[in-house]
Structures are given as C-alpha cells and as structure tokens.
C-alpha cells in the first residue's frame, strides 16, 4: 500500500521561502512520476510541479523560477523549494504519486496516490 507523508508547511511572510517533503512508503520510487498540488479556499486543486521517472521536472507557470522540485531517491523523498513566496501562493499542498511513468502536473488524474496535505499560509 502506497502512503505518502508530507512535512514542512507553515506560516511565513510574503518573500519568504519554505521547503516541503514527502516521504514516499510502499512504491519504488524510481519507477513513478511524483507531484505537488495545491488546493486554495474556494478553488479546484491545481498542480504546481513535478517530476516524472526520467527526473523531468515542470512547473506550473505561477510558480516557474521560484519553485524548485527534486527528489532524494535513496530516501524516498521528493521536495519542493519555494522562493519568493506570495500571498496567493497560500494553499493545502499535496504530494501525490503516479505509476504512469511520463505523468507531470497537467495529468492530475493519473495521479493515484495522495498525502494528506500540509498548510502554507503567506502573510502580505
């Protein structure tokens, strides 16, 4: 069985920076695609970045150049640096994995396996 753990939310101000891990439990890490979604008050999930079994990475437009996705294959652990954080960038983010090999942001149903969540919450 799949579960995944995400850590490090929290509250900081705008222009601030906070990284996220997920710890990956019962998959091989190398073989799945791995993700970030966020989900705000009020609005659909969206993807914000991932990075498939080749380690190709994308990001979503409202956060290329500020946030950084990459993965610790010896501990299972995929991360998301964020820069440069902005207000509306205050959300529920998830970490979720795929076992379609090619899958990235723009394929959020292929995603089959999701954390719990963590809070961010940026002050203006």
């Given at each position: 069985q799949v579960q995944l753990?995400?850590?490090g939310?929290?509250?900081?101000?705008?222009?601030?920076?906070?990284?996220?891990?997920?710890t990956?439990h019962?998959?091989?890490?190398?073989?799945?695609s791995?993700?970030?979604f966020?989900?705000a008050?009020?609005k659909?999930r969206?993807?914000?970045?991932?990075?498939?079994s080749m380690?190709?990475?994308?990001?979503?437009?409202?956060?290329?150049?500020?946030?950084t996705?990459?993965?610790d294959n010896a501990?299972?652990?995929?991360y998301l640096?964020?820069n440069?954080?902005?207000p509306?960038?205050?959300?529920?983010?998830?970490?979720a994995?795929?076992?379609?090999p090619?899958?990235?942001?723009?394929?959020?149903?292929?995603?089959?396996?999701?954390g719990?969540g963590?809070?961010v919450?940026?002050?203006?």
């Open positions: 753990v995400e850590s939310g929290g509250s900081v101000e705008a222009g601030g920076s906070l990284r996220l891990s997920c990956a019962g998959l091989t890490f190398d073989d799945y791995l993700g970030w966020r989900q008050p009020g659909e969206e993807g914000v970045a991932s990075s498939d380690d190709r990475a994308k990001y979503a437009w409202s956060v290329e150049g500020r946030f996705v990459s993965k501990k299972n652990t995929l640096q964020m440069s954080l902005k509306e960038d205050s959300a529920v983010y998830y970490c994995a795929s076992d379609y090619y899958a990235d942001l723009f394929m959020m149903s292929k995603f089959g396996s999701w719990q963590t809070h919450i940026i002050s203006s």
